[in-house]
């Protein structure tokens, strides 16, 4: 195992560290390491059991170069719970019993006896291979009792190396790139074998955001999800307290947080096309210690995770709204409730929205923080839904109508004169205005600028009116519907963001 | 190396897992503390009657919920007796979690990965354990053997495919459909599924 672990680190230390070395990762083995013999002291041992075991003679041969370098091996234990390496092919323990019994030698020889060694080896890799379907890799892989993948992949590397020579163990088995790290520079990087990749198509281009609990503490849940038993991961853990996130999974990869295939039928109607793909190609997950049914939230739980997932939006493009950043059980509820009841999905929004410097004020006024955001609808203006991707729960739309005052006005408030970009959402249809009109006032009720846009285009995301410097105080933005008749203004919501 | 062997104890059959330095598929994934770890089911309370003649099940949902914290998998064991299979899953702690028992007519899929998973049989009975869990909070299995092929009458495979936030899922790959039964027993606690033999 010494040697084992000294290939290894060697290997590690080569891929990670390249010296001096235009090529980000060399071949560490042909640069490092001694070239194989091509005969060994057992080589007719090596044929021998090769041909009673119906196992390629070079295979037992290489897997003995690895192990021990050809050497008879009375090894001790090193590590509690792995046992002692005995032999040419450092058998161990269980593994060791069992070669010996299908080989039909005393475990007692299979220790000390060559022969009876290479014998119970050849035995044991033809067994595993029979449940590998005869692949002999995957096979010597199970025998190496390695469990980390990583070390699975070093580890035939160096026995394909031993078996046909440096330049093959290159090209078959690539030395893996650089670890890169977490995607989330404060998260702490604990990479989960859990995962694949996500669809080269447009169902695996990332566009929604998970929220999960973990139904337990911090961590029980990271470790689990590293774990390889386990077959699930998330990309993020959030900790009680907020004041540690784990990584498990980058974002680019698929992490298996969900089982559910979409039905936009459960998610206001938003992105149809994607009904029956299935959920994880197109999602980041981010599990919260705690459990759904929990009474309440620790507010710094929820400003670590809102700060993380506004970073992780604005990297990736995603949308800040009701229909990207969801539950899970909202898009599993046959089964999942998380992340309950009493996870505060307005207010997460708004620390959301916070953290990436921006104020949405919606036309319905639960879905505003009343703090910087503050809307009015007149009575005129119907509240409705039925086109889908508006911001919050809905929309207000009215009639053209030459000389009406009655306009929908959203407010927002700031802190201090600063310049502010002002973005419009509304739902498209056939209906709606071609020129429909956002006047914009400050705080000191001056007209600051007037935008006119198409509402018969563009639905369902943020169109921008225009970049004005604003002062301190409740700035509005007001949507009139003061125009020649036959068409309808839509007003859904405003955002004001940095320029 | 993990073997899978039978004991019979009378008519029960344990589960005996023992994990090594090498092992099939599955078990190679096992946490790396190796060593001789035995998951020994206590015998069924109500060891099955020779003939049980009365056998009134359901083919139906069964939905039994409960909260609280997570319940502990920590054993399950199979039998097969006159007339039916048993399926024993036993919990750490003072009481059994809720379930949900049905076949299902959607797809069985792995709740991470959402992968279809199938099974031997020609039915699959998905048994749904909640709150509950097969690891702890090392992050380690509780139950070793997640996935066993007992080969029984009507009971052919079983698979753990879930075992996440809380939920633990196992799918039984079943002959054909058969009429169940859920049982909750004590000390320790047990969930006891039966699954007919007969249609």
Redesign the interface.
């Known amino acids: 195992m010494r040697a084992r672990i000294a290939v290894l680190g060697l290997l590690a230390a080569a891929c990670r560290a390249p010296p001096q070395q235009p090529d980000p990762c060399p071949d560490p083995i042909s640069a490092r390491l001694t070239a194989v013999p091509s005969s060994s002291p057992y080589d007719s041992l090596f044929v021998a059991a090769g041909v009673a075991f119906g196992v390629p003679a070079d295979l037992l041969k290489a897997i003995g170069w690895v192990e021990t370098r050809w050497q008879m091996v009375s090894g001790t234990e090193e590590f509690p719970?792995?046992?002692a390496a005995f032999g040419v092919m450092a058998l161990?323990?269980?593994?060791l019993e069992?070669g010996a019994a299908l080989a039909g030698v005393s475990p007692e020889a299979a220790r000390s006896d060559p022969r009876a060694n290479i014998r119970a080896a050849a035995a044991?890799l033809a067994e595993?291979a029979a449940?590998?379907r005869g692949d002999w890799t995957a096979a010597a892989a199970?025998?190496?009792?390695i469990?980390l993948p990583a070390g699975r992949a070093a580890y035939l590397r160096e026995v394909n190396r031993a078996r046909q020579g440096p330049a093959a163990a290159a090209a078959v088995e690539p030395c893996p790139p650089p670890d890169p790290g977490p995607d989330y520079a404060t998260a702490i990087w604990r990479p989960s074998p859990?995962l694949?990749q996500r669809p080269a198509d447009a169902t695996g281009v990332l566009h929604a955001v998970i929220i999960?609990?973990?139904?337990?503490?911090y961590?029980?849940c990271?470790?689990?999800?590293?774990?390889?038993?386990?077959?699930?991961?998330a990309h993020y853990v959030v900790d009680e307290d907020g004041s540690e996130i784990s990584q498990l999974v980058h974002e680019p990869d698929r992490a298996?947080?969900?089982?559910?295939?979409y039905d936009c039928t459960l998610n206001k109607d938003h992105e149809c096309w994607l009904d029956g793909v299935?959920?994880?190609h197109f999602t980041v997950g981010i599990?919260h210690a705690g459990?759904a049914?929990q009474g309440s939230f620790p507010a710094t739980q929820l400003d670590a995770s809102a700060t993380l997932v506004c970073d992780l939006t604005r990297d990736r493009g995603i949308p800040r709204d009701w229909q990207h950043i969801v539950a899970?059980g909202q898009l599993q509820p046959e089964?999942?409730v998380?992340p309950g009841p009493n996870w505060p999905w307005i207010g997460y929004l708004h620390r959301i929205q916070a953290a990436c410097g921006e104020i949405v004020v919606d036309d319905s006024a639960r879905y505003n923080d009343p703090g910087v955001a503050a809307v009015r609808v007149p009575g005129d203006w119907a509240a409705t839904s039925p086109t889908p991707d508006y911001y919050g729960g809905g929309y207000s739309w009215a009639s053209t109508l030459p000389g009406a005052t009655d306009s929908a006005v959203f407010s927002f408030r700031l802190d201090q004169p600063v310049p502010r970009t002002v973005e419009a959402r509304w739902t498209s249809g056939s209906n709606r205005s071609a020129r429909a009109t956002y006047v914009i006032i400050d705080a000191m009720a001056n007209t600051l600028g007037v935008a006119t846009v198409d509402q018969t285009n563009g639905g369902g995301s943020w169109q921008p009116l225009g970049t004005w410097t604003f002062p301190a105080g409740w700035n509005r933005v007001a949507l009139v519907r003061d125009a020649a008749t036959g068409v309808i203004v839509v007003a859904d919501a405003i955002r004001v963001r940095a320029p | 190396?993990t073997s899978l062997k039978r004991r019979r104890t009378g008519l029960a059959c344990t589960l005996v897992i023992?994990l090594?330095?090498?092992?099939?598929?599955r078990s190679?994934?096992?946490?790396?503390?190796?060593?001789?770890v035995e998951i020994a089911a206590t015998p069924v309370a109500a060891t099955p009657p020779a003939q049980d003649t009365a056998f009134t099940g359901t083919t139906a949902v069964t939905d039994k919920r409960r909260?609280g914290p997570?319940a502990l998998l920590r054993a399950v064991s199979f039998v097969s007796s006159s007339g039916y299979d048993r399926i024993v899953f036993e919990f750490a702690g003072d009481s059994v979690p809720g379930y949900?028992v049905e076949y299902p007519t959607r797809p069985v899929?792995?709740?991470?990965?959402?992968d279809p998973v199938t099974v031997a049989g020609q039915a699959r009975l998905l048994v749904?354990l909640a709150?509950a869990?097969a690891?702890?909070?090392?992050?380690?299995?509780s139950i070793a053997e997640?996935e066993s092929a007992p080969g029984l009458p009507a009971v052919k495979e079983m698979k753990l495919v879930?075992?996440?936030?809380?939920?633990v899922e196992w799918v039984l790959g079943v002959a054909a459909m058969r009429p169940y039964r859920v049982v909750e027993a004590d000390g320790p606690p047990r969930l006891v599924l039966d699954v007919s033999h007969a249609p």
């Open positions: 719970g792995r046992p161990r323990g269980a593994a069992r044991l595993l449940r590998t199970e025998l190496s009792g469990d859990n694949n999960h609990t973990c139904e337990g503490n961590a029980g990271w470790s689990w999800l590293v774990n390889p038993v386990s077959e699930v991961s298996w947080h969900i089982a559910a295939f299935q959920s994880n599990e459990f049914s899970h089964n999942r998380d | 190396m023992a090594g330095a090498c092992g099939q598929e190679q994934r096992a946490p790396r503390d190796s060593g001789r909260a997570p949900h899929v792995r709740c991470g990965s959402g749904r709150p869990r690891h702890d909070d090392g992050g380690n299995v997640r879930c075992d996440f936030e809380g939920q």
